[in-house]
């Protein structure tokens, strides 16, 4: 095993991390790898899934098993899309 020295912690972080450590009733320094360990998994999963924000989204906002929410939800992603492209080769203003 080998040690990490993090320095330059805004107060506020430890104080976060502190507090985590005292509910979990875990040390500061034990509630810091679990937390490390949290993020390096969840990026790594978001890495992996190379999966769209369409995909990674769809199953928070409905239920996969009824067909008419997967649908409203198609045409609600249909419409951000459409939204977002009116601006695609639009001129460019000019600033002085």
């Known amino acids: 095993m080998s040690d990490l020295l993090i ?3 805004p107060d506020a972080m430890k104080q976060d991390i502190a507090e985590r450590a005292k509910q979990t009733g875990r040390s500061l320094s034990e509630e810091a790898k679990v937390l490390l360990r949290k993020a390096l998994l969840a990026e790594n ?4 899934s190379g999966l769209s ?3 990674a989204l769809r199953p928070i906002f409905f239920d996969e098993s009824d067909p008419e929410a997967g649908e409203e939800f198609a045409r609600i992603m249909d419409e951000i ?3 977002r492209k009116k601006d695609f ?8």
Not at 45 to 48: E, H, L, M, Q
């Open 7 to 9: 320095r330059d912690i």
């Open 89 to 96: 080769g639009r001129p460019v203003e000019e600033f002085e």
């Open 45 to 48: 999963d978001n890495r992996r």
């Open 81 to 83: 899309e459409a939204e």
């Open 53 to 55: 924000a369409w995909e």
